[in-house]
């Protein structure tokens, strides 16, 4: 079995080792190692990637028979018997280290204050995320979040020491564990001195300052629990440059201190509502005036007025507007044509007390259009890319309304 060269020292980047197998996989070569640095994805932790004898190791797995597969790339050969040097990237095995022991830090830190079991982790591309047990209404899962966040913090400022123990089941049971191992053999157990104990086999800092800052981004509900996206270390300060930076550029547009961009937004917000409302009144006001015009134009066929109009320059959403005003009127159809660059867009209309069914009319329409459209009897819309039978269309439409 390869020595785990990583549980000895987490901060051990190179190392010499000799190969005793190599393997082939997906055209891939595999080689086994006497003891690597390389720690292999589990447990909710990527897998560490670096070099052998300067060949790049892509990938790192345990297999069913619990060997440690180093992945190399394509086109790389080794020969079981080589001895070679292997280095890890340090800043990725950093990176993961901050986040595997900041979740023990923030999961403990949770469980302390509120009971609330950690039943899933995973160390994403960009965020960390735990799954809880922590069943609280919104407003207070917020309350939560900072009293927690605040705990993890100051046992990270605290820069306590993390310890790691090898014990048996039996002398595990006496321990104050926070979730239980069901390990039969040997349990690997880390230890933040004054603060938790957790069974675990990853990749943990010496001490807990390495941590540098645990925030946590965002939460959601999922799975019936509680699940937290945070950050820790360097992914922290990227997050915090990130915020920076658009915080910095935002309050460059406002043309107001940071501080005040919140203020800023909000009124500006409160602005866009009032303005809003306004081009809505304006459009209510336009499509009365165009709808009253249009109204006059028209000549009465029998008890109808039916508006027959192809529009240019308006968009769709102008036109139903026009449209309903127009039918606020008694004894009219409104017959409606946008007509844009690659098709055209229809919208029919009927007053309250006129009988034709503008959903066939304006299926039959759609039909000859080659689209599609459908509504209500009093009301619907629809299209088409035929733009040359539209005139053939609209006066279907207006004969089969007076019918």
């Not at 014990?167 to 006496?174: D, K, L, N």
């Not at 009319?361 to 733009?387: N, S, V, Y």
């Amino acid at each position: 079995m390869t020595r785990k060269l990583f549980w000895d020292d987490s901060h051990l980047s190179k190392f010499e080792a000799q190969i005793v197998e190599t393997l082939e996989i997906n055209a891939r070569q595999v080689v086994i190692l006497d003891q690597t640095a390389f720690y292999p994805e589990g447990g909710g932790q990527p897998c560490d990637v670096g070099v052998l004898n300067g060949l790049m190791v892509e990938d790192v797995q345990t297999d069913n028979e619990k060997r440690i597969l180093h992945f190399l790339a394509k086109g790389t050969a080794l020969s079981a018997g080589d001895t070679v040097t292997g280095e890890i990237n340090w800043q990725r095995r950093r990176e993961m280290m901050q986040q595997h022991t900041g979740q023990h830090i923030i999961s403990q830190a949770f469980f302390q204050l509120y009971g609330a079991e950690t039943r899933g982790f995973r160390i994403n591309d960009r965020l960390t995320e735990i799954d809880l047990t922590l069943e609280l209404q919104p407003e207070e899962i917020e309350q939560a979040i900072v009293r927690a966040e605040e705990l993890a913090n100051s046992i990270i400022f605290d820069n306590r020491e993390i310890r790691i123990h090898e014990v048996t089941p039996e002398e595990a049971a006496r321990l104050p564990l926070r979730k239980e191992s069901f390990i039969t053999d040997c349990i690997r157990v880390i230890e933040i001195d004054g603060f938790d104990w957790s069974p675990c086999g990853g990749t943990h800092a010496k001490r807990t300052g390495e941590v540098g800052l645990i925030v946590v981004r965002a939460w959601e509900r999922a799975k019936k629990m509680t699940r937290l996206h945070f950050v820790c270390g360097v992914r922290a300060l990227d997050d915090y440059r990130l915020a920076n930076k658009s915080a910095e550029a935002v309050a460059l547009k406002l043309t107001v201190g940071r501080e005040e961009i919140e203020s800023s937004v909000v009124r500006l917000l409160d602005d866009n509502k009032r303005l809003s409302r306004r081009v809505r009144e304006l459009s209510e006001l336009a499509a009365k005036v165009e709808a009253a015009e249009l109204l006059a134009a028209t000549a009465t066929v029998g008890d109808l007025r039916i508006v027959e109009k192809v529009f240019t320059d308006r968009d769709f959403d102008e036109a139903k507007l026009i449209a309903h005003r127009l039918v606020d009127e008694e004894n009219v159809v409104a017959l409606l044509a946008v007509r844009e660059a690659e098709m055209v867009r229809l919208v029919f209309a009927r007053s309250a007390n006129v009988t034709a069914d503008m959903n066939v009319l304006m299926k039959a329409a759609c039909e000859r259009l080659g689209g599609r459209g459908g509504g209500k009897p009093d009301f619907a819309q629809g299209g088409g890319t035929k733009i040359e039978e539209l005139d053939v269309v609209m006066k279907a439409a207006s004969a089969m309304a007076v019918v």
